[in-house]
């Protein structure tokens, strides 16, 4: 890190060189990595609106197809009951026809009992409705002509012959022949072959053939024509294929199979427990869908036909309450993970291509910005070069800097400011030196001995004055100030302790023993601005004599006056 540190601070040029550079670097970076988060981000959310889209279309698939399989259903089933009709008519007027010849072909050349049999046996083996269909024949009188599934009730009459509901048959159906000649009756039978007590309503087409005095009809159990219109319409329905592998199925609300599709379940089963893999119970969930009039969407997971994969689904039920159906048909949704799984190749292909032409222009940016910031670092240098070999010269020898040097203002406008700072610091070193003789020679000159002492109370310089009372021909001191070894035992000395706690630069009078014998001094310790200790000291030694000598004097001259006046 120091060594990195040392070589951005080596140089401006160098600095100002790997900051362009290292700056286009970053900035080609950051822009690529920009784009590429603003390319992946516009995919999710083109991503997400694809899945969503696909969902809803797939979604509007299903339900289309259900509801066209519903109004499918609904149409047949409103008209299954008049095309029964329309049929057992048609039925009848085509025996009519059948009968019509007959007479007509014999009625010159045979009796009516031989026409009457070669009718009945031209119609005895007529079937239709799966072999459920028959025709049967009566006359006016009530005698059965024509009865193939009991042969046995023909010559009979059977004008009191009742319904499981007690209606006379027969009785009704002659009476609407007498009075329209033709009509529908519906008589309330068991079924022949199936256990329990229930009755079913057959309707009958009757039409009365006047040679022969004969009413003639066929008729059908409607639950059977309804039967025989489901199986059809389930024909249909189990062909039918949407998308890739949609397809209806139907169920009963109570959880039959009507149509199904399944390795497992067969159609009849009940699967109204049936779970998918996550447990969901999908009939349950598909019989709640159906009690919404407009139906609904159910979501689970549902073994694919072609792969076998389970994978999630959506399916739209509806509900046909007349035959308690609940009709579906759903879409696998993962096949839009499959195209979102190209699109996103498609997308990570298109986006290296865009990032390597982006790679390439910023590139030769970045060699633009290379060279750009070479030739200006270049220059930075060599301003720079000249700006220090001046300045070195300029602060040892004195001489300014010449600002017409530099090409870069900013070392103009720099220059201008040191040589008004070289010009100051001359003047300053002039009036420091003049200041330092002056010094120098008062300190020197001064008749009062001083020292300068550092913190810790050694000597740094001392007086002429100084070294004359205390230093001997070695003209050297000890390092620390020691005053105290030179003092003597007289009273004043005490002022010694004073003088060093106080540091207020007041003179006190000590006794000291100095190379010029014992003297009497005055000394004074303070603090200067700059932390250093002054101690300034006068010698009273000459002055303190005479003065001891002037009180002798005085004393004298005191005592010769008073000898004198005593005497006068």
Known sequence: MKKVNDFL???ISRIFFLYSTGFAVMAVVMMGILFTILEVNTF??????????????????????????VDYININRLFIEQNMKDNLQDKVE???????????INRMSASKETIKKMIKDALRPYRFYEGRGYYFIVSMQGVEELYPVKPEYEGQNLLDLKDEKGNYVIKDEIDIIRKHGEGFVTDYWSKPGLSGQMIYPKTSYIKHY????????????????????????KEH????????????????????????????YKEGDNIWEMTDSDGLKVIQEEFVAAQNPEGDFIWYKWKKLTSGDVVQKVSFIKGIDEWQWMVGGGVYV??????????????????????????????????VVFTIARRISDRIKQDFDIFTNELVLAVHQGELLNREDYKLKELQEVSSGINSILDTRLKTEKLL??????????????????????????YKRWNIEFERIFLDQSKTLPKRYNIQGMLTS???????FLLIEKLDGQFRELELKTKKGVRTQNWALFQTDAEYLILAGLDITDVKEKNLKLVELNATKDLLFSIIAHDL
């Not at 839009?336 to 390439?360: G, N, P, T, V, W």
């Open 9 to 11: 601070q080596g140089k």
């Open 334 to 367: 993962d096949e839009i993970e499959q195209i979102i799984s190209e699109e996103r190749d498609l997308m990570y292909a298109a986006l290296r291509r865009k990032l390597f032409l982006s790679f390439i222009v910023l590139l030769s940016i970045i060699l």
């Open 44 to 69: 999710e959310k083109n991503t997400r609106k694809m899945r969503e889209d696909y969902i809803e279309t797939r979604k509007n698939l299903s339900k289309a197809e259900v509801e066209k399989v």
């Open 210 to 233: 006047e040679p022969l005095n004969w009413y003639i009809g066929c008729g059908e159990y409607l639950d059977n024509v309804i039967g025989d219109v489901q199986n059809e319409m």
């Open 237 to 264: 329905i189990r062909q039918i294929r949407f998308g890739k592998e949609g397809y209806i199925f139907i169920n009963t609300f109570d959880g039959v199979a009507v149509i199904i599709d399944s390795e497992i």
């Open 94 to 104: 085509q025996a009519i026809r059948i009968m019509d010849n007959i007479y007509k």
């Open 433 to 458: 030196k003049d200041s330092e003789s002056m010094f120098r020679t008062i300190f020197e000159k001064m008749p009062v001995m001083l020292a300068v002492l550092d913190q810790d109370l050694n």
């Open 490 to 496: 007289v009273a004043s000395n005490d002022n010694y």
